[in-house]
């Protein structure tokens, strides 16, 4: 893949985008008009602890995620509210916005891009230059996320190149087995996995892989993400877990089950 090109102005390698398999077609110039981008400064969501959150427009998820909807756990309580009107323009701004507020962090700030949302781009893709964008507005920071798009040969060449170059995206596996998939396809990426509620602290997955349950899920633990940091580390040798809870239960296991 092209990714050798280097920035005349900086040490830092920038991505140029291979010119098959990705659309880089000029459709949106980088930022799709219904697409809204919301930072909390300070997150008060106990899981994360105090740190930058953001949350993307719905139109970023990719409808085929088989959480869509109703299993997602940004579908229900006060994050579907605040997503919604994020979704809906009520809050939030622009990318470019976005990325001025990201590169204005102090430089080692760890932050969670997407309490809710996907990577940039709309749907299963993943917009190669706003990727770009976020990764650079990352340097020198400790950014992570999540991405639950199809890991097409294009996205998830994209995705290696983020975890390359510091910004960490954990892919998203729907069950253990799925994880085992995954890792066989895509060593080099870390993977988070969903687990049924009951699933033990420590695990491994049918073909053996460790996999630790994110600390933050126990009650008391005073563990969030601010202090754990697990989700960051993009050559962590172990898959992350996190358990369905609540109403969403039933519908996972209808979800994993097709
Ligand atoms: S494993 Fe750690 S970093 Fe990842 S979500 Fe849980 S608390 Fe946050």
Not at 29 to 47: E, I, Q, R
């Amino acid at each position: 893949m092209n990714i050798k090109t280097q920035n005349k102005k900086s040490k830092y390698q920038v991505y140029k985008p291979p010119l098959r398999g990705i659309v880089m077609d000029g459709r949106n110039k980088g930022c799709f008009p219904s697409m809204n981008y919301h930072l909390t400064p300070v997150s008060s969501n106990a899981k994360t602890g105090p740190i930058p959150v953001t949350t993307s427009s719905k139109a970023t998820c990719w409808k085929g995620c088989p959480f869509y909807g109703n299993v997602c756990y940004a579908s229900t309580g006060p994050l579907a509210l605040h997503w919604r009107k994020v979704s809906e323009g009520g809050r939030g701004g622009s990318f470019a916005e976005l990325l001025e507020k990201i590169k204005a962090f102090p430089k080692g700030q760890l932050w969670r891009h997407n309490q809710a949302g996907d990577l940039p781009g709309e749907g299963s893709r993943i917009d190669a230059k706003m990727l770009s964008e976020l990764v650079e507005a990352n340097r020198g920071r400790k950014g992570f996320t999540y991405s639950h798009k199809p890991l097409t040969t294009a996205n998830a060449t994209l995705i290696a190149y983020a975890n390359r170059n510091g910004f960490t995206v954990n892919v998203s596996a729907n069950t253990l087995l799925d994880a085992d998939k995954v890792a066989l396809r895509h060593p080099d990426l870390p993977i988070c996995v969903v687990v049924p509620e009951g699933t033990p602290r420590r695990t491994t997955t049918p073909a053996g892989r460790e996999v630790r349950l994110c600390p933050a899920e126990r009650k008391g633990s005073g563990i969030n993400c601010a202090n754990c940091k697990l989700c960051s580390k993009a050559t962590r040798s172990y898959i992350i877990g996190f358990t369905v809870h609540g109403t969403s239960k039933k519908n996972y296991a209808a979800a994993v089950a097709q």
